[in-house]
């Protein structure tokens, strides 16, 4: 893939360059003097197009942008059924998209028991007790996202104090990564585990001095509990995932990249998205089963499905688990566990066999790898699938890419492969993976400027459920490299910050690129869709610590209006 060896400006002009709707299309829509349907003025527009980067005004027609320039000029394609919006001098972005986030996770964080920020096991078993009160007895709870390396004790927690407070339910809480999961004694007797239970390929179980079940189960192991859960019927799904992207619209999200979705949930969102429900630009990654690959692959790649809601073209794999539960694969030993290296989840086999394939099929591969060993597997995959079925812009993406090998920071370029981060684990992890890593792996650990300087583009996101919805927070992690507390002064390692025009293309250009839709989003240009948020703050120009004040007023897709924020 030539276009990834070129330098970073050049790759953002060749996108541009690529795309039927640029600057020079502009005086064919002012000369056509057909009206518009909507004109916003008075704006301060960061339009993420380096053809005209900064603009106070633009007119959509039929959903798209027909022209970005001057206010006198954008007023010349007013008409009697034209909405003009006056921004009042308010700063106007592309619609942001996640570029790696779980749309049904979501969905179902939305209805369990939010355990994210619990400073202790105490709060998290305090929050699992209150749902039980209104809970029928024997019905299962669920709730994610707690941390136990928020807690005073930072040790995985045991089941017995959960069990004992909620003997009546079953009960699996996911931690806030979902790669570890506690399950109480009650959830462990319907799954039948007990201590002759062997731990799953990929899976590990954690256990008492006796060999009995703590009651956490890392990676693949919370599967032994998780599949006893009953699942929501498809209605309740979708009520769920509508209740989702009236969610993200409000953060001014319009579009995001689903990390791993089945068969049966796709099905659901075409069939939402033909009923004009889904009202999101959602580009799907097909979860690892054999038989669903099988079935997409035979359809071949499926782009900008019923008016541009639907992209399914790409495929999920995990090559390891996540640093927090210490399942992220390394190459050599954590630091506070210098018996342990971690998880491959997938062999290498695998994934080189399934990027072969996608290769065949016109198909992205996307694959999870944290630890570096899992970072340097994946790219070992590719190169040989690549040398294998040789195909020019594959995009092939390496998600989290998080803690990277020296060696392995240029082969990322070098391999037209695209590293998909979240800037929000960053913030997230910092306070301890010093302690897994020690000092010097640190040096490659969410290293965004390290690649950025290779001429790679970073997709940003949010990895939600795993972190907060909110784009923003990815925003200010990437420019400042603290947390919301403006902590630490002068942000950690704060030479791999982004710049802000590198941070706002992360989050509209970039993951449009990453999902092949840089001609029909990701910038605020002539052709491409209508998709922008207002902000009543100018994050390309105030105080980093004032970004995480940033409201979102208003959401537009294809000039819609989606969401306007309460006076």
């Not at 060696?407 to 997230?428: C, E, K, N, Y």
Request: hydrophobic share 45%; proline share 5%; glycine share 8%.
């Amino acid at each position: 893939m030539l276009i990834s060896l070129a330098p970073r400006r050049a790759l953002l002009a060749l996108l541009l360059a690529g795309t039927p709707c640029l600057a020079a299309a502009q005086p064919r829509a002012v000369a056509s003097q057909s009206p518009a349907d909507l004109i916003v003025t008075n704006a301060r527009v960061y339009t993420a197009d380096d053809t005209r980067p900064l603009v106070e005004a633009f007119a959509v027609r039929g959903g798209r942008i027909v022209f970005t320039g001057s206010a006198r000029e954008a007023v010349t394609l007013t008409g009697a059924a034209t909405q003009v919006v006056d921004a009042g001098g308010r700063t106007v972005i592309p619609g942001m998209v996640d570029g790696h986030a779980h749309f049904a996770g979501l969905a179902q964080k939305l209805r369990s028991v939010d355990l994210v920020g619990t400073r202790s096991y105490d709060e998290v078993i305090a929050r699992v007790v209150d749902r039980a009160k209104t809970t029928p007895a024997g019905s299962w709870i669920v709730g994610r996202g707690w941390d136990q390396n928020a807690w005073g004790n930072t040790a995985f927690p045991t089941h017995e104090a959960l069990s004992a407070a909620v003997p009546d339910h079953p009960v699996i809480l996911d931690r806030v990564d979902g790669h570890a999961a506690l399950a109480n004694a009650a959830a462990m007797r319907l799954a039948g585990l007990t201590a002759a239970t062997k731990d799953p390929s990929g899976g590990k179980i954690l256990r008492d001095a006796k060999g009995a079940p703590t009651g956490v189960l890392i990676d693949r192991a919370s599967g032994l509990v998780e599949n006893k859960v009953p699942a929501p019927s498809r209605e309740e799904l979708r009520a769920a995932l509508k209740d989702a992207v009236a969610r993200m619209h409000s953060l001014g999200l319009v579009g995001m990249h689903d990390a791993g979705a089945s068969r049966e949930s796709i099905e659901l969102f075409e069939d939402m998205a033909a009923k004009r429900e889904l009202n999101l630009r959602l580009y799907v990654m097909i979860g690892d089963n054999a038989e669903a690959l099988q079935h997409y692959f035979a359809l071949g790649p499926r782009n900008a499905l019923y008016d541009g809601q639907l992209w399914v073209r790409a495929v999920k794999l995990y090559a390891d688990g996540a640093m927090g539960s210490r399942g992220a694969a390394l190459l050599e030993p954590y630091s506070d566990d210098p018996n342990n290296s971690g998880l491959l989840l997938s062999a290498p086999a695998h994934i080189q066999e399934v990027a072969e394939r996608g290769l065949a099929a016109g198909f992205q591969v996307n694959t999870h790898a944290i630890g570096d060993r899992g970072n340097r597997v994946v790219l070992d995959a590719y190169e040989r699938a690549f040398a294998q079925v040789p195909r020019a812009d594959h995009r092939f993406r390496v998600e989290h890419a998080q803690i990277l090998h020296q060696d392995d920071i240029p082969r990322f370029a070098q391999l037209g492969v695209i590293p998909s981060m979240q800037a929000s684990h960053q913030t997230s992890d910092m306070y301890w993976i010093g302690k897994r890593l020690g000092p010097t792996r640190l040096y490659g650990a969410y290293a965004w400027q390290s690649l950025l300087k290779t001429g790679v583009v970073i997709p940003n996101g949010s990895d939600f459920p795993v972190e907060d919805v909110n784009p923003l927070i990815s925003f200010h992690a990437s420019i400042a490299r603290q947390d919301a507390r403006d902590w630490p002064a002068g942000g950690w390692y704060p030479e791999q910050r982004m710049s802000r025009e590198d941070a706002l293309r992360s989050m509209t250009l970039w993951p449009a690129y990453a999902g092949f839709q840089e001609q029909v989003m990701g910038s605020i240009t002539p052709g491409k869709y209508a998709d922008f948020v207002v902000l009543d703050q100018d994050i390309m120009r105030i105080p980093a610590d004032l970004v995480l004040r940033t409201r979102v007023l208003s959401t537009w897709l294809a000039g819609k209006l989606v969401y306007k924020a309460p006076q």
